[in-house]
């Protein structure tokens, strides 16, 4: 029988999560659907409710249910827990599972796609919302010799961070303190892009070589790429890889399989602003 998956959103009609499952299920030959559902605040629990009655296997939670989607599973992932939001589902004989594969997402990018390990090197993110809080225990457990949170309001970095800080291996604090960090990764997990802003970061903050990430996609070359690039980053990367390995993770934990996220990178590289 064929299996159904959705993503449900508001607005979904822009989401590329329907391309991109489409071509892994086409890849791995699976008998499934995945289709986008609009919701709206009232009818979120109920449209979950309805398609897991009607015997739904798996939903995508997109912008901007991710929150209120906590109260609706009965287990859930230590990824999603730290994350304190869910972007995907699994229905079983155990119930509701919740999982936040986003992290996982932008780790593989990054390691896999990228090529650019992530162990024994400095890593600085950018922001403290609800962005950074994903990815922050995915990127830790990579085991960065050095990982530093830095956000314009200093007390929500440490809230990140939380139990995991670390004198001289896991920090947190006000921009300023990338200042000669020489960082080999350079993550921007704030909402700046979004609203044409640059980041204040320091002098030093790039190493040679060093890599710059911008969680955002389709916003071209922003002014946080332009300043990395002065900085003295090599490599530019925006958040397109990442929304395809989220959805290879979601994929994994669904179909058990893993795809190959190559050929699906290069068929939605064309639809994006180029950087
Ligand atoms: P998201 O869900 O995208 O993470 P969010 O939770 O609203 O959105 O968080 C936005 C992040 O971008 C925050 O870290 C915010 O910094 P503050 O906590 O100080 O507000 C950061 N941010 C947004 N605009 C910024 C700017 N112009 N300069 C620096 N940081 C900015």
Do not use: C
Not at 2 to 11: E, F, I, K, M, S
Not at 15 to 26: D, G, T
Not at 56 to 64: H, L, S, Y
Not at 195 to 210: E, F, I, V
């Amino acid at each position: 029988m064929t299996d159904r998956y959705a993503l449900v959103g508001n607005p979904v009609a822009q989401s590329k999560s329907p391309i991109l499952h489409a071509a892994f299920a086409r890849q791995l030959n699976q008998d499934m659907t995945y289709e986008a559902i609009l919701a709206t605040k009232e009818n979120f629990h109920e449209t979950v409710r309805r398609f897991i009655d009607e015997g739904g296997k798996g939903m995508n939670i997109t912008a901007p249910f991710k929150l209120d989607v906590l109260d609706l599973v009965d287990t859930m992932s230590e990824r999603a827990q730290a994350a304190q939001a869910i972007n995907t589902l699994k229905f079983d004989e155990n119930g509701v599972y919740g999982d936040n594969t986003d992290g996982a997402g932008l780790v593989s990018d990054i390691q896999e796609y990228m090529g650019v390990k992530l162990k024994g090197r400095r890593l600085l993110v950018v922001g403290a919302g609800g962005a950074a809080r994903g990815i922050f225990l995915p990127l830790l457990q990579t085991e960065p010799a050095y990982f530093l949170v830095v956000n314009r309001t200093a007390h929500k970095a440490h809230e990140i961070i939380g139990d995991h800080a670390d004198p001289g291996k896991v920090e947190a604090g006000a921009i300023e303190l990338a200042a000669d960090g020489q960082f080999d990764v350079v993550i921007n997990a704030t909402s700046a892009s979004l609203t044409g802003d640059h980041l204040p970061l320091p002098q030093g903050t790039y190493a040679k070589g060093s890599l710059a990430y911008e969680l955002a996609y389709n916003k071209g070359r922003t002014p946080f790429m332009d300043d990395a690039t002065r900085g003295g980053a090599a490599r530019l990367a925006d958040g397109l890889g990442m929304l395809v390995g989220q959805a290879a993770e979601g994929f994994l934990l669904w179909r058990g399989i893993r795809p190959d996220v190559t050929e699906v990178m290069r068929m939605l590289r064309s639809t994006v602003k180029p950087i």
